[in-house]
C-alpha cells in the first residue's frame, strides 16, 4: 500500500510552525519527553497486561533504546511498550485532541522572550522533536495485531502514513537531525542528558553503539564492536533517604513529571510506616500553568505499587483544592491487580490520602511559620485553590482556615497580608466578630462609608477582593468562636451607646423623613432606618444578614446569570448636614427634595458597589447641584 498523506489540523500546524522556527530555548528536553512518552507506554502496557497476559506476547524485558548514528545524522528512540494502532497513530499525532490549544499557542509565542519551557505542559512533548530534527518517522506496532503503521512528517503542513514492517509490539522514532544538531548524534552528550533528565526513569535507558575495537595499546581497528550500556541509574528517587538525594535530582525527577522548567517551590519526602506502609515524594511547584483552571488538564499523583506503575493520575490520593500538587505514590499495601474501577473504593487508599492530605498541611503551616516569604509566593499562585476548599473539605475545615491570608485595614502598607489567628489575637476588648469587607480592590474598603464606626473604634477590618471570597465566608460561619462579620449586611452588634431618651426622640423627629423616603423609594428598599455605624457620610445601604454582596451579584450578572434578589436597608445618619438639608426642603418643596433624596441614593448605591439603574438622571441630578440650580 503507497503512503497516504493528510494534512494536519489547523491550530497543530500553529504549534507546529512556532516549535519548528521560532522556539529553539533549551531544545535538549525533546530527549527527556521522548523518553518520558516512552516509559509512559511501556507502564501502560505492563499495567494492562496485569490482567491479559497476552498482551505481553511474552515480551517482558521492558526498555528503551537510544541509537545514534552520526554518519547518517540520525537518533533513532525505541521501545517495547503498548504501540499504536494505524488509527491512533493519526489521531494522536496529526492533531491535539486536548483544549487548551489557544492558551498554549499564546504562551508559545512568548517563550522565546521569556525564557520559560512550556513543551509537554500541554500534552505537545513529542513535537519537541521537530526542534532539532526536520523530519521524524515514526514505526509502530499495537498488541495482538500483525502489521506495523508508519508515519513520516518534516514538520511542516502534512505526515504521510504507510504500512510498515516490525517485529514486536512497541514503537520506534527515527530523528533525521538538522545540520547545526550533529551533537544529539554523540555518545557523550546523550549520556549525559540521560543522566541529566531521566536517571530515575524505572525501565533501562540503553545507549547502543557500534565503535571500533581497539588493540592491546589502545588503537582502533577495522573491527566493529556492538555495545548496549544502561546509562539510567534506575533507582526510585523516592524510596532512596532523603539525605541521600541532592536538591538537583529532586529538582530534576520534579521536572520529569511535571514538564515543568522550573524547580519546584517545595519538596516534601514522606515515608509511612507500622500498619500502612508506603512512600510518597511530593512537589509544590513554583508557578500555576498556564492551563490551570481548564478542567480537562490532568491533574492527580501517580500511584506505583511496589514500584510497579499503576496510574498516571491518581486523583484519589488528594482533594481536588490540593490538585496543583505533583508527586509520587508508592505503596506496598495495595493489590498489585488493582483496577481502575477498584480504585474508586479501596480503603487503604483512603488512608493513604487522609496521611497524605495531613502531611500537607503541617509541610504548608510550618512554611507560614518559618519560612513566611516562601508561602507568600505558595499563597500568590495557590491560595485561592486552598480557598475553595472550604466548600467541600468540612473535616478540614480549620486546617484550611488556619493557612488563609487576607490584606487588613491595620497593615501599614498595602501587601502586608495576615492570618485569622493573628487578627483574632489582635482584637480588642469589646470585639466579638471578625469583620470583613467584600469589593473590588482595597481603596474602596478603605474609602467606604461602611468602615467609618470601624475605623473610629479601632476594628480591624479584612479586605476580601477575591471572587471565591464570598463561598469562603458563606462556608465558613465562624473561626476560633468568633463569628465573621460583613460590614456591609445586617445590624451591628455593638450596642447603640446613644442614651434611650435621646434616642427615642430623634427617632420622632425623623419620623416624616423617614416615611418620606420609603414612599419615594419604594421596592428598590425593604426599610430605612437611622444608622448608628455612620460618622461622617449622609446614608449608605447595608444588605441582610446572610445576603449575597454587591461583588458576588455584579459577577453573576457579568456570568450571564441571575442572582438572588438583595433586599437594601437604607441607613441615614441623622447628624449629618445633607440629611438635616433634606428634611428642610422636605417641608418646603417635596419635588426638589424628592430630587435630592434620588441623588444620594444613586450615591449610595455607587459607594455600596452596586449599579445604579439611570446614569443619565443621577448625571443630570449633579449637574443641577453643581449649577446651583
Not at 497476552?54 to 515480551?59: N, P
Not at 506495523?148 to 514492517?165: I, L, M, N, P, R
Not at 491570608?405 to 466578630?433: D, F, H, W
Not at 468602615?451 to 476594628?459: A, D, I, L, N, T
Request: charged share 30%.
Amino acid at each position: 500500500m503507497s503512503a497516504e498523506k493528510m494534512e494536519f489540523k489547523a491550530e497543530l500546524k500553529q504549534v507546529m510552525e512556532i516549535i519548528v522556527h521560532s522556539l529553539y530555548s533549551h531544545k535538549e528536553i525533546f530527549l527527556r519527553e521522548l523518553i518520558s512518552n516512552a516509559a509512559d507506554a511501556i507502564g501502560k502496557i505492563r499495567f494492562d497486561a496485569l490482567t491479559d497476559a497476552e498482551l505481553a506476547e511474552g515480551d517482558t524485558d521492558f526498555q528503551i533504546k537510544i541509537i545514534p548514528d552520526a554518519a547518517a545524522k540520525t537518533l533513532t528512540i525505541s521501545d517495547n511498550g503498548c504501540g499504536m494502532s494505524r488509527e491512533t497513530l493519526i489521531n494522536d499525532l496529526g492533531t491535539i485532541a486536548r483544549s487548551g490549544t489557544k492558551a498554549f499557542l499564546e504562551k508559545m509565542k512568548q517563550a522565546k522572550s521569556e525564557n520559560v519551557d512550556l513543551i509537554g505542559q500541554f500534552g505537545v512533548g513529542f513535537y519537541s522533536a521537530f526542534m532539532v530534527a526536520d523530519k521524524v518517522e515514526v514505526v509502530t506496532r499495537a498488541p495482538r495485531q500483525t502489521a506495523a503503521t508508519k508515519w513520516t512528517s518534516a514538520g511542516e503542513d502534512s505526515f504521510t502514513v504507510e504500512a510498515a514492517e516490525r517485529d514486536k509490539r512497541g514503537t520506534t522514532i527515527v530523528l533525521h537531525l538538522r545540520d547545526d544538531e550533529s551533537e544529539f548524534a554523540e555518545t557523550w552528550r546523550l549520556r549525559s542528558l540521560v543522566q541529566k533528565f531521566s536517571d530515575f526513569i524505572e525501565y533501562p535507558v540503553v545507549l547502543v553503539t557500534d565503535e571500533k575495537k581497539r588493540d592491546k595499546d589502545g588503537k582502533e581497528t577495522d573491527e566493529i564492536e556492538h555495545k548496549e550500556d544502561i546509562v539510567n541509574s534506575r533507582q526510585a528517587i523516592w524510596l532512596r533517604a532523603k539525605s541521600e538525594v541532592k536538591d538537583e535530582e529532586y529538582a530534576e525527577f520534579y521536572k520529569h513529571i511535571s514538564h515543568d522548567f522550573d524547580a519546584p517551590l517545595k519538596t516534601i519526602p514522606y515515608a509511612a510506616e507500622g500498619a500502612q506502609e508506603f512512600k510518597a515524594l511530593m512537589f509544590v511547584p513554583a508557578r500555576r500553568p498556564s492551563d490551570f483552571f481548564m478542567r480537562e488538564q490532568r491533574r492527580g499523583l501517580q500511584l506505583y505499587v511496589n514500584r510497579v506503575f499503576i496510574a498516571e493520575e491518581c486523583d484519589k490520593l488528594l482533594p481536588p483544592y490540593f490538585s496543583f500538587v505533583r508527586g509520587v505514590v508508592d505503596s506496598s499495601d495495595l493489590p498489585l491487580n488493582v483496577s481502575r474501577e477498584m480504585l474508586q473504593e479501596d480503603r487503604q487508599l483512603h488512608k493513604i490520602r487522609k496521611a497524605l492530605v495531613s502531611r500537607l498541611f503541617a509541610t504548608f503551616k510550618e512554611m507560614l511559620e518559618k519560612e513566611h516569604a516562601t508561602y507568600l509566593k505558595f499563597w500568590e499562585q495557590f491560595g485561592v485553590m486552598l480557598k475553595s476548599g472550604l466548600m467541600g473539605d468540612f473535616e478540614n475545615r480549620e486546617s484550611i482556615l488556619d493557612l488563609l491570608l487576607y490584606p487588613s485595614t491595620r497593615a501599614s502598607e498595602e501587601n502586608k497580608l495576615v492570618t485569622l489567628a493573628q487578627y483574632v489575637e489582635a482584637m480588642p476588648a469589646g470585639q466579638e466578630e471578625i469583620y470583613y469587607m467584600i469589593a473590588e480592590n482595597r481603596p474602596m474598603v478603605e474609602n467606604s462609608p461602611y468602615m467609618e464606626y470601624f475605623r473610629e473604634r479601632g476594628y480591624e477590618v479584612l479586605i476580601m477582593t477575591d471572587p471565591v471570597d464570598e463561598t469562603v465566608v458563606a462556608a465558613t460561619p465562624e473561626y476560633q468562636g468568633k463569628k465573621l462579620k460583613a460590614i456591609d449586611r445586617g445590624e451591628l452588634a455593638a450596642k447603640d451607646e446613644t442614651p434611650a431618651a435621646e434616642k427615642e426622640q430623634r427617632e420622632k423627629d425623623h419620623q416624616d423623613l423617614l416615611a418620606f423616603i420609603k414612599e419615594t423609594l419604594g421596592d428598590e428598599i425593604a426599610e430605612t432606618r437611622l444608622s448608628a455605624r455612620l460618622k461622617s457620610s449622609p446614608l449608605c445601604l447595608i444588605g441582610e444578614e446572610g445576603q449575597i454582596g454587591a461583588q458576588m451579584e455584579r459577577l453573576l450578572r457579568e456570568l450571564g446569570q441571575a442572582a438572588p434578589e438583595r433586599k437594601l436597608v437604607l441607613e441615614i445618619n441623622p447628624d449629618h448636614a445633607a440629611i438635616a438639608a433634606l428634611r428642610s426642603k422636605l417641608s418646603a418643596d417635596k419635588n426638589a427634595a424628592t430630587e435630592d433624596l434620588r441623588l444620594l441614593f444613586d450615591g449610595a448605591v455607587i459607594a455600596s458597589g452596586g449599579k445604579i439603574k439611570d446614569p443619565a438622571a443621577f448625571l443630570q441630578r449633579a449637574a443641577k447641584l453643581v449649577a446651583g440650580a
